[in-house]
């Protein structure tokens, strides 16, 4: 039911355990987006994904 109409959230963090590592797509349905405090550079810096959580690959073991 993939809709070309819906957002789509590229991610090449390849550490977040969201990211679908075959695609560079996060899998989550909706992310956070969060400031980084005490920055103030008017670039893509200042801001950070709030949803991120460490994939950690040992985690199903």
């Known amino acids: ?3 070309d109409n819906n957002q789509k959230i590229n ?3 390849n550490s977040c355990k969201f990211n679908n ?3 560079d ?3 989550l349905h ?3 987006v969060e400031p980084i405090d005490d920055c103030d550079t008017c670039t ?3 801001s ?3 949803s991120y959580e460490y994939g ?3 985690e199903d073991e």
């Open 21 to 23: 590592c075959e695609n």
């Open 56 to 58: 950690d690959e040992d």
């Open 11 to 13: 991610c090449t963090v």
């Open 48 to 50: 950070m994904c709030g």
């Open 30 to 32: 909706q992310i956070t």
């Open 1 to 3: 039911m993939d809709n």
């Open 25 to 27: 797509e996060c899998t």
């Open 44 to 46: 893509p810096d200042e």
